[in-house]
């Protein structure tokens, strides 16, 4: 499976952002997907995931801001980001799961697309 993330770029605080992520190389069937973000000298952490059935999980730090969606017949996995703040400033990625239960852990994923930067600032 090949990732193709899009839709990162410089938004001010309160912005929005919707990210892209699609999928090819292979069916896009029975894989959970999710999201990771990386800022500068940190380590890369969980955003957000859904699974192959459309149930959804979200950071705290997200929750109620960050909305997961797929669109199965376009292989692709958006992430609609609202209220964004200058803490979401990261490089954020997409991964691919074989089996339809989603996890927190980056561990978990086998496939995973090049990093689209977001930045958040005024």
């Known amino acids: 499976v090949q990732l193709q993330a899009s839709g990162g770029g410089l938004v001010q605080p309160g912005g929005s952002l919707r990210l892209s992520c699609a999928a090819s190389g292979r069916t896009f069937s029975g894989y959970a997907m999710g999201w990771f973000r990386q800022a500068p000298g940190k380590e890369r952490e969980f955003v957000a995931y859904?699974?192959?059935?459309?149930?959804?999980a979200y950071a705290d730090s997200v929750k109620g801001r960050f909305t997961i969606s797929r669109d199965n017949a376009k292989n692709t996995v958006y992430l609609q980001m609202n209220s964004l703040k200058p803490e979401d400033t990261a490089v954020y990625s997409c991964?691919?799961?074989?089996?339809?239960?989603?996890?927190?852990?980056?561990?978990?994923?086998?496939?995973w697309g090049q990093g689209t930067l977001v930045t958040v600032s005024s």
């Open positions: 859904i699974n192959w059935g459309g149930a959804t």
């Open positions: 991964a691919a799961r074989p089996g339809a239960q989603g996890m927190a852990q980056t561990s978990g994923y086998n496939y």
